[in-house]
Every structure is written in C-alpha cells, then in structure tokens.
C-alpha cells in the first residue's frame, strides 16, 4: 500500500533496503537501527520491552481506564452496539481484569497465557507480569464492523477507599504504562457523581506520562444532572485533572451520557450530541493517523534509548577500575539529578527526553555499573542518522500515499450513520433549517422584514448598502461576519437589497446570533424565489403568500 521511494529506483533507498509499505519500513528501521542501541544498553530492562511485528502492524487500538461503574464495559457496548464475549456489567466491580475486545471470524474468549504466545497478536511481552496478571487478561472476539479498524482493551475499575489497599497481585500501573506506549487513543472516563481522584487511579494517571497527547477525558452520565450542576461538576473535574495531570494545556473533555437509554435530563441534549459526535470524529480519525503515530512513538522511543545510552556509558565512565565500587555507585546514584544535568549540557538534550530520576535510581540499585558497556558513538549515530534522513522520508511518502488511498475511517455500530439522515448533527438547524420544506423558509417572518425594509427608504424596490449597514450593524456582530452575510445576501451583486434579499440577510444574521455557523456558498433552498433560475419557484412562492 504504502512504497517507500519512487518508482523509478526500483522501490530501493540509497542503500539497497526495500519496503513495501510503511509498517516495513518502520519495522525494518527498528530492528537494523534502534534495536542494536536498546540491547547494547539494556533499554529493555530499564523501560520498555522490544518491539515485534505484531507491534507494528496491529489495528489502532483504544484504552479505556477509569473507576469502577463509570460506564467503561457500557461505553464498548455502546460503540459495538452488541455484547461482547465476556462482558459483564454492574454498578460493583464486576471487570476484574484486562479485556482486550478484537475482531474474529468466529465469537469466543482466548484465555491469557494462550493469547501471549500468538505471534499474531501485539500482546507477548505482556508475559512478563507473570502468571497472576495473564489470569485476568482475555481476548475476546467477534464479528463486528467497528472491530474491523480498531481495538478496544478494557481495564479493570481502579478501586477508592478502602478497597484500593487490596493488592492486584500484579503491578497495575505498570502494566497501564505498557498498554499506554502501544495504544493510539486513551479515554479516561468519570462518573459525573464519581469525581474524587482515588490514590490507585492517580498512580494510573500518571503511569500514562508521556502519552499527553493521546489523552481524552469522558464525564460519563452528564444527564443525571442539570445544567447548573453540571457547570459544577465540570469545574471540580478540571481541578481534580490539573493536580494530576501537569500538563500547561487544558485536556480535552467530552461531556455526554454515553448508553442507549433515554436521556435522564433533556436540557442538554443538543449540547450531548455535538460532543459525542465530537468524540466520535476522533476515533474515527485512528486508523487514518495510525501510521503516524507509529512513527511519532518510534521517535520518542528512539530519544529515550539515546538518553539511556548516554547514561549507562556516564556511569561506567566514572567507575574505578579495581577498589571502591560499591561506594562510587552510592556516590554516582545519589548524584543522578546533577549527572542529568551534565548530559544536557555535553550533548545538547532538552530535560523532557531523560527518565524520570527517581525510578531510574531505584532500578539502578540491582546492576553492576562496571559491567556496563562504554559509549559507542557507531550506535548512536546510526540512530541519529535514521532520525534525521529515513523518518523524514518517510513522512513524506505517507501522506503522498494517504492521498492516493485513504484508509477507511472507523464505520458500524454507533458510528454507522452519526452524521447523515434526520438524526445526524445540525440536520434541520441553522443554515440547514427549511431545507426539506415546500416553503421558502424565510417567507415565514418576511412580513416582519418587509416592516423595516420599508422604513429604510427603498428606491425602485431597492435599499443602497449604506441604510442597510445602518440596520445591520443593530445586531452588534462584527464587521467580518457582516460582511459574509452581505455577499450571501446580494444575490444578482448589485450592491443594493431587494426585499427578499434584505429578509435573507436579516435570516442569516438570526443564524448567526443563534450561534450556528454560515456557510460559504449560500444553499439552493434559502435562494430566494426571485433570483431562482427555475421558473416554477416565483409561483410556489407567490402561492405561499396567497
């Protein structure tokens, strides 16, 4: 689908590597360029495990973590729009463990341990969490058109109060943080009466640093409170997120009531559909930013292992070379924040590329400094030399191959017309109001325009734009928008406003202050029956009128 250089050179780079597609490509810059630095440096112990095909070419998939009965197993459900094989749902933590809900030919559980082994799947190194966490990590499958572009893991409820002391048995926010690096969307869901940021659930939040960008928060079940406390709850959510979240940008939040039941409070109904449609928009837009993403996490990843190497190499620098080991590596562990700081001035690193010091010291207690390898500049420059020459071209060739064939977007279930029919957002509102309508829709309160047309001194059944100016600017709006509202109106160009073309402009301005958006090109059903090209329209106007 995707090639990686022209035709005309044989689908071959400078030095000789093909690829076929972008997957390949970043596959095989992995293994040939990363891949030797992270194991030279022992980036896997310390971070993340290496990355197979299966990482690669798997489908986008989508995190939900949040609470307990905060509607995550209902939210699947809801975007399915059927149950899934192992779905319970319950206002008790009733998913007690990792669901990740992928497409099948067939509908049936694949129990953990047996999911781990399969090549084809992005899940082996979760075998390292052991026994315990694979006894609670399932795949289920089926046939569902939403599955066919992504995947969606499911996680357990992270428990408050008391509850929240019961060890899991496995490290939770450690496995958080390995699904974190691998998916491309998390939704973190809150229950609009289930707002306090439990101590596990803010130990999970920040397992997902670094991953800022992939983000997006749901306040669950908006429709059991009115608007006043809803304005409420909203504020209290954002203060909670900015303790935990330190992030200078406000997270997105989607407000809605996400299940198939009767809204409880219809106030905000249209306020729920536009952001769900918001939200939808986004998920959908997955498969088509997957390939860049892929490429974006290969870059971070590719800075972290650089940092790393240059880390590991300090301290073994440093290291005497016979007697007083142990206490160097005291001395060189209890100096890492200033030996940070060294780097970024020697090799010129910003702050934000080095790991978290305190982890990093805690890890560094278990090794042996003077077995670690010295710096190898071969290593790092070729790193260096695939960020700057390879990944920039193959930037490039994904849009230029996107724009040949466009991925298709995520479709079925909920998404399955969310924006066409009678039920799509905007159908039979502002600009789009009167468009299935017999009637010209602005004949309805002509009579009330023709009143002020009339008081603006028409000449030969004309208003010049200076006396209309002087109406128009009573709506307060500014002067670019006028402007727009003008040149929809002055439908023969004249610089002047007939009757009809004044009660257009006068329709359109409502729109506006009604806080719909215009449209570039004024709609065939609000031309008005005068300036219409089809002759029929001047007598179903003038019969409307009758």
Not at 55 to 70: A, E, H
Not at 102 to 131: S, Y
Not at 411 to 431: H, L, V, W
């Amino acid at each position: 689908m995707f090639s990686w250089v022209k035709q005309e050179h044989g689908g071959r780079n400078k030095e000789g590597d093909m690829y076929q597609t972008v997957t390949e490509g970043l596959q095989t810059l992995y293994t040939k360029k990363l891949l030797p630095l992270e194991e030279t440096y022992l980036f896997h112990d310390f971070h993340s495990p290496a990355l197979e095909g299966a990482d690669f070419q798997s489908k986008p998939m989508v995190l939900l973590v949040g609470q307990y009965s905060t509607g995550k197993t209902t939210f699947i459900r809801y975007l399915l729009e059927e149950d899934f094989p192992g779905m319970r749902i319950g206002p008790e933590p009733t998913t007690d463990g990792f669901i990740a809900v992928m497409h099948g030919e067939t509908e049936g559980v694949i129990p953990g341990n047996a999911l781990v082994v399969d090549p084809k799947k992005p899940f082996r190194k979760l075998n390292a969490f052991g026994n315990t966490f694979l006894n609670r990590f399932f795949c289920s499958q089926m046939p569902n058109q939403v599955l066919q572009s992504i995947s969606i893991i499911d996680t357990p409820g992270i428990l408050s109060g008391e509850k929240q002391r019961i060890s899991r048995g496995y490290d939770f926010a450690e496995v958080l943080r390995w699904f974190g690096e691998r998916v491309d969307r998390i939704i973190l869901l809150f229950d609009a009466h289930k707002l306090d940021i439990s101590d596990e659930f803010s130990e999970a939040i920040k397992a997902l640093k670094g991953q800022d960008d992939k983000i997006r928060v749901v306040l669950n079940k908006a429709d059991q409170v009115d608007t006043q406390q809803l304005m409420r709850v909203y504020g209290a959510l954002m203060w909670s997120l900015g303790k935990v979240i330190n992030t200078p940008e406000v997270v997105r939040v989607y407000l809605g009531s996400f299940w198939a039941k009767p809204l409880q409070n219809t106030e905000n109904r249209r306020l729920f559909e536009a952001e769900s449609q918001d939200l939808f928009r986004d998920i959908q837009s997955l498969p088509k930013n997957a390939a860049l993403r892929k490429l974006n996490d290969l870059i971070k990843r590719a800075r972290l292992a650089k940092v790393h190497a240059y880390i590991i190499s300090y301290l073994k620098k440093e290291m005497p070379s016979l007697f007083g080991r142990e206490k160097k590596k005291e001395e060189l562990i209890m100096r890492l924040p200033e030996i940070y700081t060294i780097l970024q001035r020697e090799h010129h690193i910003s702050p934000g590329d080095f790991p978290n010091v305190t982890k990093m010291q805690d890890m560094l207690q278990h090794y042996d400094f003077s077995k670690f390898p010295s710096l190898k500049m071969k290593l790092i420059e070729s790193v260096d030399k695939m960020l700057a020459t390879k990944i920039a071209g193959l930037m490039a060739m994904i849009r230029e191959e996107e724009s040949k064939q466009p991925p298709a977007m995520v479709s079925g279930g909920a998404f399955e017309g969310s924006e066409d029919g009678p039920f799509g957002r905007g159908y039979g509102e502002g600009i789009s109001a009167g468009a299935d309508a017999d009637d010209w829709i602005v004949s309805r309160d002509k009579h009330r325009y023709d009143e002020i047309f009339y008081t603006l001194m028409p000449v030969n059944g004309k208003i010049t734009g200076v006396n209309a100016k002087k109406e128009m600017m009573n709506s307060r709006l500014p002067n670019t928008v006028l402007g727009k509202i003008w040149k929809l109106a002055d439908c023969d160009q004249d610089g002047m406003l007939d009757d009809e073309e004044f009660a257009l402009a006068q329709h359109l301005i409502q729109i506006k202050l009604e806080g719909y958006e215009l449209p570039n090109e004024l709609p065939n059903h609000l031309v008005p029956p005068a300036h219409r090209k089809n002759p029929t329209a001047d007598a179903l106007y003038n019969h409307t009128e009758d």
